[in-house]
Nanobody
Framework: QVQLVESGGGLVQPGGSLRLSCAAAPGFNLDQYAIGWVRQAPGKEREVVSC????????YYADSVKGRFTVSRDNAKNTVYLQMNSLKHEDMAVYYC??????????????????????WGKGALVTVSS
């Protein structure tokens, strides 16, 4: 099972930007997987945010982030990125990347299976505060 490591979380002011990275641990390849991003804020349900397919790089976004977030992948670096612009208080959450089937099947279904069935990173905390 592929191991994923997120990085790039931190504190940002409203309106600011952050870029999250999701990298595969050495020895694992991400290019065969679609990669999804899921976030969970305290007291709220988990929300699927975005996904990028493995076949042709098709991207998907939740309405709440469309136009502000951009997902991309660099297979040479074995890394997927989530560029987050115009951040709002409501974007504050722990962000996880997770493997998906090639056409973002889990993303389209609105939820990801638990770690073990699919692979999850440990999460990156994004805090939006002035």
């Amino acid at each position: 099972q592929v191991q994923l490591v997120e990085s790039g979380g931190g504190l940002v002011q409203p309106g600011g930007s952050l870029r999250l990275s999701c990298a595969a641990a050495p020895g694992f390849n991400l290019d065969q997987y679609a990669i999804g991003w899921v976030r969970q804020a305290p007291g709220k349900e988990r929300e699927v945010v975005s996904c990028i397919s493995s076949s042709d790089g098709t991207t998907y976004y939740a309405d709440s982030v469309k136009g502000r977030f951009t997902v991309s992948r660099d297979n040479a670096k074995n890394t997927v990125y989530l560029q987050m612009n115009s951040l709002k208080h409501e974007d504050m959450a722990v962000y996880y990347c997770a493997t998906d089937r090639p056409e973002c099947t889990y993303y389209k279904g609105g939820e990801y299976p638990p770690n073990g069935i699919t692979s999850w990173g440990k999460g990156a905390l994004v805090t939006v505060s002035s």
